[in-house]
């Protein structure tokens, strides 16, 4: 074992905050950081869903071990607490699955990350969390016209592996009934699709955690990691901690340590939203109207909340330099207009409707879409999850489970979920500064190829060619 030290970059949080974020966080007490010295059998650094999850689970299977989990700012703060909702699984990765696990390896991941969406409807239930978890219709859409459906590939493996995904197409007559004059111009349904309170369930999950005698530190940055006789020594401003073992759940803000740095790369999710408008939306026929995701690459993804709060995202936003998280991933007022013409586009019903919230959010891009759960080679002690690429609602879910088998040291059915994780790799991001500047130049060509498809104008010759480059990496190490 070579162990490691790493240093974190200082950790700074921007407001503005998602509405649910805001709402979830009202009355909370001021946070307690962490000060002084322990010991502790669990260190789980990042008090989001990973974080959160991998501690319940941890506590579940052990009721003497002692767990902290040392979070930056609030539980729920970082990308858990954000983000839009939709708890997903991996059908739509089935292709690459199949590519790198074969059948039976592929359609267990699926599985997995098909029973770790029931476990948060289970969980929050047998809890009492008031998430608001639903099951509600998902429809996956082309919105620009002439542009073939992103599914394509999905359903072909499927039919070649014998087997059926959750979605089915949509004629034409049913999108119209639901979209009316919208653009959209072909899709397919999912009729039981998982989204939720994202923010209530982060809070949920560490009122629960508290409960069970697990110590959550809020306000309490961890500023150095690093292997130690005996233990891991885990320090932030105020304290140090001695970890027998110690989690990485840091999402975004561990992406510039070396050992993610060559397959993870940072950029913003941006989100847009209305007040709450239900009297408008059931006026003009929007009561029904189901969310769901488009086929660009720079995906928009939205819906509409239980009270009626209409949302809508867009995936791959500001980049970050050498995995940095400024300013602009909590806010930045160009990706916010652009999405608020997006809005306007798929929802031309709303024209006249606000947007007051607007808010961004780092997203931690893997080379191949899927996140990986593991344990440092440099120093067993230590597990981490990252990856996830903007779809870790439901698989920080499984993450909780995966790292609690590592940690624990079990060879179940989770360990082989893990280890087959640590298979679907295939290739790695450029170094910087080559990374931020091929990037920069693909994401721009996608940008204006993307607005003139929306725009219904041709796109530059030069922008088609480049925009495929989006998915390109170098391929991987021996
Ligand atoms: C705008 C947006 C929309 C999204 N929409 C969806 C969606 O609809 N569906 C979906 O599946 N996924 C979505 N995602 C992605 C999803 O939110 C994440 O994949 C998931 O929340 C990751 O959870 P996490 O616990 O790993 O990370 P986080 O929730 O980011 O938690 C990491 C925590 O670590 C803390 N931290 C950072 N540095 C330190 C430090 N030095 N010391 C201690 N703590 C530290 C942070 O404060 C943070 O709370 C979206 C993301 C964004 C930004």
Redesign the pocket.
């Known amino acids: 074992m070579s162990g490691v030290d790493f240093r974190?970059r200082p950790?700074i949080a921007r407001p503005p905050r998602a509405p649910w974020l805001v709402a979830a966080l009202a009355g909370a007490a001021a946070p307690l950081p962490f000060s002084g010295e322990a010991g502790v059998d669990v260190c789980i650094?990042?008090?989001?869903?990973?974080?959160l999850w991998t501690a319940l689970r941890l506590r579940e299977q052990d009721a003497a071990l002692s767990i902290a989990v040392?979070?930056?700012?609030r539980c729920g703060?970082?990308?858990?607490g954000?983000?839009?909702?939709?708890?997903?699984h991996w059908w739509t990765r089935l292709p690459l699955l199949l590519k790198c696990l074969g059948r039976e390896g592929a359609l267990a991941v699926i599985a997995a990350s098909e029973a770790a969406v029931e476990d948060i409807h289970g969980f929050v239930a047998q809890h009492g969390i008031a998430c608001e978890a639903r099951f509600e219709r998902s429809v996956w859409a082309a919105t620009a016209p002439g542009r073939p459906g992103a599914w394509g590939p999905m359903f072909r493996a499927a039919e070649a592996a014998g087997v059926t995904p959750p979605q089915r197409p949509v004629p034409a007559e049913e999108l119209r009934a639901l979209y009316g004059d919208a653009p959209y111009f072909a899709g397919v349904m999912e009729e039981r699709a998982t989204r939720l309170d994202p923010a209530a369930l982060a809070r949920g999950l560490r009122r629960v955690a508290l409960a069970q005698g697990i110590a959550v530190h809020e306000g309490?940055?961890?500023t150095r990691l690093a292997s130690a006789d005996g233990h891991v020594l885990v320090e932030t401003r105020g304290g140090r901690i001695r970890a027998q073992q110690v989690v990485l759940?840091?999402?975004?803000?561990m992406a510039q340590l070396a050992p993610f740095r060559d397959e993870v790369m940072v950029l913003s999710?941006?989100?847009v939203a209305t007040d709450a408008i239900p009297q408008v939306l059931a006026a003009r026929g929007l009561a029904g109207r189901p969310g769901g995701t488009n086929s660009r690459m720079m995906l928009n993804?939205g819906g509409v909340t239980p009270a009626g709060q209409v949302y809508l995202?867009r995936g791959a936003g500001v980049l970050g330099f050498g995995a940095r998280i400024g300013v602009g991933m909590h806010h930045a007022p160009r990706q916010l207009r652009e999405l608020a013409a997006d809005f306007r586009h798929l929802y031309p019903e709303l024209h006249d409707q606000a947007l007051p919230h607007g808010w961004?959010?780092?997203?931690d891009r893997s080379t191949t879409g899927m996140p990986q759960f593991g344990t440092l080679a440099a120093d067993p002690r230590i597990h981490y999850?990252i990856g996830?690429t903007?779809?870790?609602?439901?698989a920080?879910a499984l993450c909780g489970r995966v790292l609690a088998s590592a940690v624990l040291g079990k060879r179940d059915r989770w360990h082989e979920i893990g280890a087959l994780l640590g298979r679907v790799r295939n290739g790695r991001y450029p170094p910087e500064p080559l990374r931020y500047l091929a990037a920069s130049v693909v994401q721009a060509a996608v940008r204006r190829k993307e607005i003139a498809e929306r725009d219904g104008r041709k796109p530059s010759r030069l922008d088609v060619k480049l925009a495929p480059w989006a998915l390109a990496t170098l391929p991987a190490r021996r």
């Open positions: 974190l950790f650094i990042g008090g989001g869903f990973s974080g040392l979070e930056a700012d703060t970082g990308a858990s954000r983000n839009s909702g939709a708890a997903g309490s940055a961890v759940a840091a999402n975004a803000w999710s941006d989100m993804y995202g961004g959010g780092p997203i999850a996830y903007g779809h870790g609602v439901g920080t």
